[in-house]
C-alpha cells in the first residue's frame, strides 16, 4: 500500500483483519496524514464519535465539540500503534510497474514487491492554483491553502481570498479578525443550512449509494449546498463579515481587477483552489487515458484490477476523502483483493 493516512490506516484494519500480508509506504516522516500539515484554527465538520476510522471511535477532544487537526494527528497515530499497522516511513515511491510475479514499487529504499498495490496518497502534495492573468506580475505575496498556517503573519495587511470552497470560506473567515479581507469565488457561495454537517452529510452519501440500484440519484449532498457553516464560518458570515464577491478578471502589480472596472489592492494572494490526486507513481502502469481520471469501478482500476485507488472522494466511493466515510470502500477495495488473490494466478 502507497499512503499511511487516513485512508491507508483503514485499508490496512482490514487488511489485518483478512489475514493479507502488507506493508504501508508513506513518504512522511510522521502519522497523521495531510492533518499533520493543516492550519491551526481547521476544526472538523463533525464531532468526534462521527469522525471515527474502522474499529476505534474518536475520543472527544476537551471543550470542543469539533475536534481541531493536532486531535486528529493524535487519533490517528494511536490508532496505528493499537492495530500495529506496518507503516514505513520515510519512504517515497519513484513508480509503480508490472513485472515477473506481480507489481513492483520502486522506492528511494529498495523495491517492493507484491501481487496487488492499494494507492492512498491522497493530494495534499499536489495543490492547483489557476492560471489567472497577471498572476507572475503581482508584486505582493501568494499562497496556497497548502501553505496557511493561521492568520496571526497576516495582521494589518489585505488579503484577497480565492475560493469558493470549504477552504476559502474557512481561511476567509480565519482572516477576518486581523486583516482586511476580500473573499472572490467564482460563482456565489451555497451555504448548506447550518444544522448540517459531516454527520449528516455521510448519511446522504449513504443513501446515494442505496438508491444508485433503483435509478439516478435525485437530490443528494450538492443540492443543498456546497460550504458547511462551521460555527466560525457562520459567525463571521452573520456580522457579514464574510461576503463573497465575484471572481477577478486579472492580477496587477498592486492587487486585482474585475471586469466592471473595480480595483483592489492588496498585500497578499491566498489560493484556496484545491487540489489534484498525487497519482504520478502510477504513470508507468499506463492506466490513465490522455485526458481525465484513471477509469474505475469502484476503487479498483478497470484497466488493471490488481490496483485500487482509495480515499479521493466520490469518484472513489461517495464520501471516501472522509475519516468517517473512507471505512467502507476500504473494506469493499480490501474484499476485492482478498478474492482476486486466492482466485487468480496474477503472474504477468
Known sequence: MVGGGQAGLAAGYYLRRAGLDF??????????????????SLRLFSPAAYSSLPGRPMPGQAGQ??????????????YEK?????????????GVERGPGGLSARTDSGTWR???????????????????????????????????????????????VVGGGNSGAQIAA??????????????????????????????????????????????????????????????????????AHPMFERLTESGATWADGTAWDCDTVVWCTGFRPDLASLRPLGLRPSHGRIPTEGTRS???PRIHLLGYGDWTGPASATLIGVGRTARTAVQQISTLLHTTDLDT
Not at 465539540?65 to 494511536?78: G, K, N, R
Not at 493499537?82 to 519513484?94: A, C, D
Open 23 to 40: 506493508a504501508i509506504l508513506d513518504a512522511a516522516p510522521a502519522p497523521g496524514g495531510a492533518w499533520q500539515h493543516y492550519w491551526e
Open 302 to 304: 478497470v484497466e488493471d
Open 65 to 78: 465539540e469539533y475536534p481541531d487537526a493536532a486531535h486528529v494527528v493524535a487519533y490517528l497515530t494511536e
Open 174 to 243: 480565519d482572516l477576518t479578525a486581523v486583516a482586511e479581507v476580500r473573499w472572490a469565488t467564482r460563482r456565489t457561495p451555497r451555504f448548506l443550512p447550518d444544522e448540517i454537517d459531516g454527520r449528516a452529510l455521510f448519511d446522504l452519501a449513504t443513501r446515494r449509494v442505496h438508491a444508485a440500484a433503483d435509478g439516478p440519484a435525485h437530490g443528494g449532498v450538492g443540492s443543498l449546498g456546497d460550504i458547511v457553516a462551521t460555527p466560525p464560518v457562520r459567525a463571521a458570515r452573520d456580522a457579514g463579515l464574510l461576503v
Open 114 to 160: 507484491s501481487q496487488a498495490v492499494v494507492f492512498a496518497t491522497g493530494s495534499w502534495e499536489r495543490p492547483f492554483v489557476p492560471a489567472v492573468p497577471g498572476r507572475g506580475v503581482f508584486g505582493g505575496r501568494q499562497l496556497h491553502t497548502y501553505g496557511y498556517r493561521g492568520p496571526a503573519e497576516f495582521a494589518g495587511q489585505r488579503v484577497l
Open 82 to 94: 493499537r492495530y500495529e499497522l506496518p507503516v514505513h516511513r520515510s519512504v517515497w515511491v519513484s
